[in-house]
Structure formats: structure tokens, C-alpha cells
């Protein structure tokens, strides 16, 4: 028998909610046949060496090991994001996954949710950083404003290992409960977001401060939440823009990079094009005016689908 083409696909069930939808590449419901060969020869690899042992919930595949791997976090769709992010690469892909592991126990991850960042509402006046409402491929949109950074005034309130645990608190939401609620919302998986990062003003010497902060958020992201990442807009870029990009693109691996619009003022055609303007703040270039401002309402489906269930309209 002649082995399996890389051009030969594997369909499932995944999307009955929205027939119309088609998964992209490398994702559950359209994976190539040696793909999904890779997925199950994953599994079975690392059960073989003792680091998983399946368990069935409700017909789908999840693993545990013995306290570190728990069964809602290693489902197929998340072994598919480590692999995706080594090109299917199995040994490469699995070094990944177990290095992810290895910090969350580390970081203390398991616990974050209880993280109390009390110092959020003043942070946001000097480096505001939030989730806001969705794109037009229903991700979650994701607001970075270094035009608003005061470092001074930043540090003088917190810490950068505080602002560290509360970014890792936020990509736990992301994916335990914003990606969740937008996948509801319109029918089909989301499992990326849609990423602003604003540099009106910003000076080589305000970046150079916050600089250690900006290469470990960075680390953490494509490190440990791999393939999360989806549209990613820098708008505002100031002319010396090319020296600070040469500082930044070493610590970004090649997939990611690929993904970054660098866009300088003339950024509010590109942004309406992939975002509902009712769902852009207004001095981006969109309508919506949140009632306490845009930054600290975290407007979205993942908060609509709480109130529903709280019996709120």
C-alpha cells in the first residue's frame, strides 16, 4: 500500500453548528492524512513514555499525568497548536509541549485565577492593555496602548512580575472562557485573537525601559501559548520604528513574525477591514464609547454568556 499523501485530508464533525465553515489547515477537521498520523503518534509517544494516560470524556481524547497534565488543558486541539508551531515536527513538538508544562508548574499557572491584580484600573492609566469585544472572524480583539506609557508612573504601582502574572491570567481567560464563548457565538472553533498594538509618541527611550518586559511577554506567548496569535496590527509605528523592529523580531520566531501588519497613521481602512467598527474604540478609528471606557469593560461574548447564565439580560 502506497503511504498516505500529504495533499490527502481528514474530515470530522467538529462544525455541524455552521455547515459553511471550513477549518483552516493544520486544525481539527482539516488535517492532512500524515497530520493526523503525527496527532496519534504524539499520543501514543508520550503515553508510551509514561508522560500522559487517556482518559474519555464525553467521546473526546484528553490526557493526565499524574497531577501536572490536566484533562480539560490537552485536548486534540491543543496538542494540534504545538504541533502547528513546530510544522508537525513530533519530537520538536513534543520538547515544546513538556517545556510548557515544566513552567506552568513553575510559574504556578494552575493557580493564577486567584491573582489578585488590584492595581489594574491605575495601571491602565500609564499601559493600557485589554480584551475588547471581537473581530470580524469572531476572535477576541486584544488592545495594546504603549502610546499611553509612563514607565516612571508604571513602575512606581507595580512590578513587572506582577504585570507578568497578569497577562498569564489573561491568556488562561482567553482560552478557558473568551475563546469558548466567541466559538458559541458564531458557530465554529476560535481558537486565535485579533491583536492592536498602538505606538503613537513612542520614543526609543520609553521602549528601551520597558524593553525586559515587552521580551518575556513575548517569551510567554509564543513559548508556552503557541498558535494563539492570530491578525496582529501595529498601528502608529513612528519613523524610528525600524530600529526598535530590529530589537524586537530576533526574540519573535519567523511563524510570528509573518503574522505582524506593520501600519503607520493611516491604519483605520486596514483595522475596518478585519474589525466591525461598533466593536473598534473610537480613538482607534471606530464608534464604541464603553460606558468607563473601553479599556476596563472587557465588552465581549465571554461576559454576555456570564450574564445570560446569571439570569441578567
Known amino acids: 500500500m502506497a503511504p498516505p499523501s500529504e495533499q490527502s485530508s481528514v474530515k470530522d464533525s467538529t462544525n455541524e453548528a455552521n455547515p459553511t465553515y471550513q477549518a483552516p489547515p493544520g486544525r481539527l477537521g482539516n488535517l492532512t492524512v500524515i497530520q493526523n498520523h ?26 493526565v499525568h499524574q497531577g501536572i497534565f490536566v484533562p480539560e488543558r490537552h485536548d486534540d486541539a491543543t496538542l494540534l497548536r504545538f504541533l502547528r508551531a513546530r510544522r508537525f515536527d513530533l519530537a520538536k513538538a513534543k520538547e515544546m509541549l513538556i517545556a510548557a508544562e515544566k513552567w506552568r508548574k513553575e510559574f504556578g499557572v494552575d493557580d493564577i485565577e486567584n491573582f489578585d491584580y488590584s492595581e489594574r484600573e491605575a495601571v491602565d492609566r500609564y499601559y493600557p492593555q485589554f480584551y475588547h469585544k471581537t473581530d470580524k472572524d469572531g476572535r477576541p480583539l486584544y488592545i495594546e496602548r504603549l502610546s499611553r506609557l509612563d514607565v516612571k508612573a508604571l513602575y512606581s504601582i507595580t512590578t513587572q512580575d506582577r504585570m507578568l502574572k497578569h497577562l498569564v491570567q489573561e491568556y488562561e481567560k482567553m482560552i478557558k472562557y473568551r475563546y469558548p464563548a466567541c466559538s458559541e457565538l458564531v458557530g465554529h472553533p476560535v481558537e486565535t485573537s485579533c491583536t492592536i498594538l498602538d505606538l503613537q509618541g513612542v520614543g526609543l527611550g520609553q521602549f528601551y525601559r520597558v524593553g525586559d518586559y515587552v521580551r518575556a511577554a513575548a517569551k510567554i506567548g509564543q513559548d508556552y501559548y503557541p498558535e494563539v496569535m492570530g491578525s ?5 509605528a513612528p519613523y524610528l520604528f525600524s530600529t526598535v523592529w530590529s530589537l524586537i523580531k530576533p526574540w519573535l520566531d519567523e511563524v510570528t513574525v509573518a503574522k505582524i501588519n506593520i501600519l503607520g497613521k493611516d491604519y483605520k481602512k486596514t483595522l475596518l477591514a478585519q474589525i466591525p467598527e461598533e466593536n473598534l474604540p473610537m480613538d482607534l478609528g471606530g464608534t464604541c464609547q464603553c460606558v468607563g471606557g473601553c479599556s476596563l469593560s472587557d465588552a465581549g461574548p465571554w461576559n454576555e454568556v456570564e450574564q445570560i447564565e446569571n439570569g441578567q439580560e
Not at 508520550?46 to 494516560?53: I, M, N
Not at 496582529?232 to 502608529?236: G, K, L, S
Open 38 to 63: 503525527t496527532l496519534e503518534k504524539m499520543k501514543k509517544e508520550l503515553q508510551a513514555e509514561g508522560k500522559y494516560h487517556p482518559i474519555h470524556l464525553t467521546d473526546t481524547h484528553f490526557f
Open 232 to 236: 496582529f496590527y501595529i498601528i502608529n
